[in-house]
């Protein structure tokens, strides 16, 4: 495996300043802060237009968005999918199931999976929402061309797939700068 060059190492210009002798991060250009920001600012308005108009939190309506997709999902799937932790979709799921927009039944294959299927009345609130989304999703990249779009989309895709590389790298850091805390993770995971 090749080390992964530095912040000092990179050609771009860093994401850390050194303010009164100490270093900080420089928020006008530490990417994580930023996509951290525009997905909690545009989850928080989609949120509150959902339940406001349809009585829905934005966690049913990613929900409905894979199952109108797939038609049929279980919570694992879900989570490996979208990141949602998995005893979130199982409560989500419940909360749907409540409301009829999906049923629940048993993995043909598996029998011990439990397998969420969305119903008409769950894919009619998904058609509600999806023109709400929409109309979101054109107002939020109104302020770019379709070039810029598309570049936008591609390298999005590229830093989504790249996530098992950070992962990796932070396993690395972790156990040649901080080597108790696999021993602390190891541990928790074992109670």
């Given at each position: 495996?090749?080390?992964l060059?530095?912040?000092s190492?990179?050609t771009r ?14 928020l ?5 802060a930023y996509?951290t ?7 928080g308005g ?6 406001s108009?349809?009585n829905?939190?934005?966690e049913t ?6 199952l109108?997709i ?6 694992q799937a879900?989570?490996?999918?979208i990141?949602?932790d998995?005893?979130?979709v199982s409560?989500?799921?419940k909360?749907?199931q ?8 048993l993995?043909?294959?598996?029998g011990?999976?439990r397998?969420?299927t969305?119903t ?10 999806l023109?709400?989304a929409?109309?979101r999703e054109?107002?939020f990249l109104s ?9 936008l989309?591609?390298l ?11 992962e990796?790298?932070?396993q690395?850091?972790?156990v040649?700068?901080y080597?108790?805390?696999s021993r ?8």
């Amino acid at each position: 495996m090749s080390k992964l060059p530095s912040a000092s190492e990179l050609t771009r210009k860093p994401s850390a300043k050194v303010t009164n002798k100490t270093a900080v991060v420089d928020l006008e250009r530490y990417v994580p802060a930023y996509m951290t920001w525009i997905a909690n600012k545009l989850s928080g308005g989609a949120s509150t237009a959902y339940l406001s108009a349809f009585n829905v939190g934005i966690e049913t309506w990613r929900l409905l968005v894979l199952l109108a997709i797939e038609k049929s999902l279980t919570a694992q799937a879900i989570s490996r999918t979208i990141g949602m932790d998995k005893s979130s979709v199982s409560r989500a799921f419940k909360s749907m199931q409540l409301r009829e927009l999906i049923t629940i039944g048993l993995d043909d294959a598996d029998g011990r999976l439990r397998v969420a299927t969305i119903t008409p009345k769950g894919r009619a609130l998904h058609d509600q929402i999806l023109e709400l989304a929409m109309e979101r999703e054109r107002a939020f990249l109104s302020v770019l061309n379709d070039k810029d779009r598309e570049t936008l989309i591609r390298l999005l895709r590229r830093l989504h797939d790249n996530l098992p590389l950070v992962e990796q790298a932070t396993q690395t850091y972790l156990v040649s700068h901080y080597p108790k805390s696999s021993r602390r993770r190891a541990s928790e995971d074992n109670t």
